[in-house]
C-alpha cells in the first residue's frame, strides 16, 4: 500500500513538473516574435509640414514624435531656403526621426544641389531621400501637359472643350527656313497646320514676291524687318485647318482644293498620321522618357531615393525612376484597387512602395474621420506598404497643426501603439495572384468612363473596368494589379495570373 502510494506520489509530482515546463516554455515561446513577426519590414510612420515657419515645424515634430518615426519636409515656401530646411531637419533628427525633404522642378539648382551634398553627412542614414514633384501622373491625367521625348521632341497637351495635342518642327537653315506647327484636335478631329517661312537677306537686294514660297507656292510677307546692319527679314504664316471629312479650309475660312499650281494636298490621314500621340505605347513612351529627362537631372543618385505621391500610374511613375511612390487614398471604395495597383507596380519592379492619407475631399475641404486614417493605415501596413504618411497642409500661420486636429492626431497613434509595435501579422507581404491590363494602358479607372492618359476616351465595352471589379471581388486585397509587359514577366510570381481579356468566373 505504501509503495502503491509512492509511485501515485512520484507520477504527481512528474506529471506537475511537466506541466510547470510546459507552461514556462509556453510563456517563454509568447515572448519571442512569430515566424511572421520575424520576418517583418521597416515600417514608417510619418506626417508632413508644408508651413513656412520653422518654429512650428518644431512645434509639429515635438507633437507627434513619440508616435511617428518619419517627418516629411513638404513645404513650397521652404523649398529654396537651405537654412531653415537645415534647423527643420535637424530637429527632427535629434528627435529621432528619419527624414524625406522636398523639391521640385523649379528649385532644382542650387537649393537642392546644396541639400543633397550635406545630406550624407549631416543625417547619415536618417536621410531617406527626396521628394520630387508631386502627382505627375495626376497631372498628366487631368492638367494641361508638356512632354519631351528621347529626341527633345516637346508636345504639348491642352485640355479645353478638346483635348488638343500641338507640336511643332523646323526645316532649312537661312534662306527659307520653314517652320510648321501641327495641332490636333483629338476629340472634333480637327487638325490645324500653320506653316511660317523666314527669309533672311544680308545687305542683298529684296526679293521680289515671287522668290518667297511654301511648297513651290508663292505667298506674299506678312511682315517685313529692316536691321541696322543691313539685315532684311521677311516672314510669312500661311494657315491650313483639315476636316475628318477631307475639307480643307484657309485662314480666311474659305475652302480651297490645292496649293497653288504645283502640288497638291497631302490627305487628311497622311497629316493625321504626324501625331506623336497616336495611340497607348507613344504616350507611355514620351510620359516615361519626359519623368526619365526630369529626374536624371538631380544629382547624386545613387545616395538619394526619390519620392512621390500620385493617384494614378504608380507602373509608369516608377518607370519613369522614382524609387518609392506613395499611393493616395481619400477614405472612398477605391482603396483596394489603389493598394493593388501601387502594389503591383512595386513587386514587379522591385521599388518599395507606401500610402499618402489626403483630406476626404478638397472642395470643400474635408478631412477623413480618425477611424478612417486608421483603417488606411493598417491595411496598407497588412497589404505590404513600408510607408504611411498622413498629409498635413497648413492653409495659414495661425495654425501649427495644418489641418489635422485631435481626432486624427489620435488615430496615428492608436495605430503607432497597436499595430507599428505590438504587430499582430506581418507586413511583409506580396501579392498572391496577379490581374494584368493591357500593356500601356493609361487609365486611372476611378470610373469605367475615365480617360486614358488624360487624350482619348476608354473602349465603350469598359472591358479593362469590368475585369477589375470583378477580380477584386473574387480575390480580395491581395491581388496584384499589374501590366503586361515583355520587361516583367509575372512568370513565377503568383499563384494565379488572370488576363482582363478573360472570363472572370
Known amino acids: 500500500m505504501a509503495n502503491k502510494r509512492r509511485v501515485v506520489l512520484t507520477s504527481s509530482i512528474v506529471i506537475i513538473a511537466i506541466i510547470v515546463v510546459s507552461s514556462f516554455a509556453a510563456m517563454e515561446a509568447s515572448k519571442l516574435p512569430s515566424t511572421s513577426m520575424a520576418s517583418k519590414k521597416p515600417f514608417y510612420v510619418g506626417i508632413t509640414y508644408c508651413g513656412s515657419s520653422v518654429i512650428e515645424a518644431q512645434q509639429l515634430i515635438d507633437t507627434v514624435k513619440n508616435y511617428t518615426n518619419l517627418f516629411v519636409l513638404q513645404s513650397g515656401p521652404l523649398m529654396y531656403d537651405v537654412s531653415a530646411s537645415e534647423e527643420i531637419c535637424d530637429y527632427a533628427v535629434q528627435s529621432g526621426l528619419y527624414i524625406i525633404i522636398s523639391g521640385s522642378t523649379n528649385s532644382l539648382g542650387n537649393y537642392l544641389n546644396t541639400i543633397l551634398s550635406i545630406a550624407p553627412e549631416r543625417w547619415g542614414s536618417n536621410f531617406l531621400g527626396l521628394y520630387f514633384n508631386d502627382e505627375p501622373a495626376g497631372h498628366m491625367l487631368d492638367s494641361p501637359y508638356i512632354l519631351l521625348n528621347d529626341k527633345n521632341t516637346s508636345v504639348s497637351i491642352s485640355k479645353n472643350s478638346d483635348v488638343t495635342i500641338s507640336f511643332g518642327n523646323q526645316s532649312g537653315m537661312g534662306l527659307n527656313t520653314i517652320s510648321t506647327q501641327y495641332e490636333f484636335g483629338i476629340v472634333s478631329g480637327i487638325i490645324t497646320k500653320t506653316t511660317t517661312l523666314s527669309t533672311i537677306i544680308s545687305h542683298g537686294s529684296i526679293p521680289t514676291v515671287t522668290n518667297l514660297t511654301v511648297n513651290g507656292t508663292p505667298v506674299i510677307p506678312d511682315q517685313t524687318v529692316y536691321y541696322p546692319n543691313g539685315t532684311i527679314t521677311y516672314s510669312t504664316d500661311t494657315t491650313l485647318t483639315y476636316q475628318p471629312n477631307g475639307q480643307v479650309f484657309d485662314e480666311n475660312g474659305q475652302v480651297i482644293t490645292n496649293q497653288g499650281n504645283i502640288s497638291q494636298f497631302e490627305s487628311y490621314q497622311q497629316v493625321w498620321n504626324l501625331n506623336p500621340l497616336l495611340n497607348d505605347t507613344d504616350a507611355a513612351n514620351f510620359y516615361i522618357n519626359n519623368l526619365q529627362s526630369t529626374l536624371s537631372s538631380i544629382g547624386n543618385q545613387s545616395y538619394v531615393k526619390l519620392f512621390t505621391s500620385d493617384y494614378a500610374l504608380y507602373w509608369f511613375d516608377y518607370q519613369g525612376g522614382y524609387n518609392t511612390v506613395f499611393a493616395e487614398l481619400f477614405g472612398q471604395q477605391t482603396d483596394a484597387q489603389t493598394l493593388g495597383l501601387v502594389r503591383g507596380a512595386a513587386d ?155 472570363t472572370i468566373d
Request: proline share 5%.
Open 348 to 502: 514587379m519592379q522591385d521599388k518599395s512602395w507606401g500610402v499618402m492619407i489626403e483630406p476626404a475631399s478638397q472642395s470643400p475641404l474635408n478631412l477623413q474621420t480618425g477611424d478612417q486614417i486608421y483603417n488606411e493605415l493598417q491595411q496598407a501596413y497588412e497589404d505590404g506598404a513600408e510607408y504611411g504618411v498622413v498629409f498635413n497642409y497648413a492653409p495659414n500661420s495661425n495654425n501649427m497643426s495644418g489641418l489635422l486636429q485631435d481626432e486624427q492626431f489620435n488615430a496615428i497613434q492608436r495605430f503607432w501603439t497597436d499595430v507599428v509595435q505590438n504587430p499582430k501579422v506581418t507586413n511583409n507581404v506580396k501579392g498572391q495572384d496577379a490581374l494584368v491590363l493591357p500593356s500601356d494602358y493609361g487609365s486611372s479607372l476611378r470610373s469605367p468612363t475615365d480617360s486614358v492618359w488624360g487624350i482619348w476616351q476608354p473602349d465603350s465595352s469598359h472591358q479593362v473596368w469590368n475585369a477589375v471589379q470583378t477580380s477584386l471581388a473574387k480575390y480580395g486585397s491581395k491581388l496584384d494589379i499589374v501590366y503586361n509587359n515583355p520587361n516583367f514577366s509575372t512568370a513565377g510570381k503568383y499563384q494565379r495570373i488572370i488576363y482582363w481579356s478573360q
